[in-house]
């Protein structure tokens, strides 16, 4: 399971915008790795699939994970990105209440840039 610690906030106007949290865990390998750090924006509201966001599930609380699907009333079907994370049947669908932001770029625990751009997506099979 890929979890995150929150380390900064970016505020306007009071309003919460954007966050800089830390990964911790494997779910996600190899897009994020444990230590990894993410830049998300809690105002980004269009989302679609492919797209990595930050949600507070009722069980697991905040966890990073790939958008699978997308159902007409806006719930998300979510999965991680190899065989140890937990499988989107175990996750269940996500009310849009519970979506804290998307992830918009990467910035690796080798201290290397990595932008999440939908082009940079592996071949790897979401679960």
Known sequence: MTYVMQLGLFKFT?????????V????????LQHGDFVFISHWQRSLKVGDLVVV????????????????????????????????????????PNKLVGKVLFCICANKKFRPLLR?????????
Not at 14 to 22: A, E, T, Y
Not at 64 to 88: A, F, H, M, Q, T
Request: charged share 30%.
């Open 24 to 31: 911790q865990g494997t779910s996600m390998v190899p897009r």
């Open 14 to 22: 009071g309003v919460v915008m954007f966050s800089m949290i830390k």
């Open 56 to 95: 507070d599930h009722a069980l697991y609380r905040f966890i990073i994970k790939r958008v699978l699907e997308i159902d007409c009333n806006g719930l998300l079907w979510i999965g991680g990105e190899n065989e140890s994370s937990l499988k989107p049947e175990e996750l269940g669908w996500i009310t």
């Open 119 to 127: 082009e940079d997506k592996t071949d790897t099979k979401p679960r």
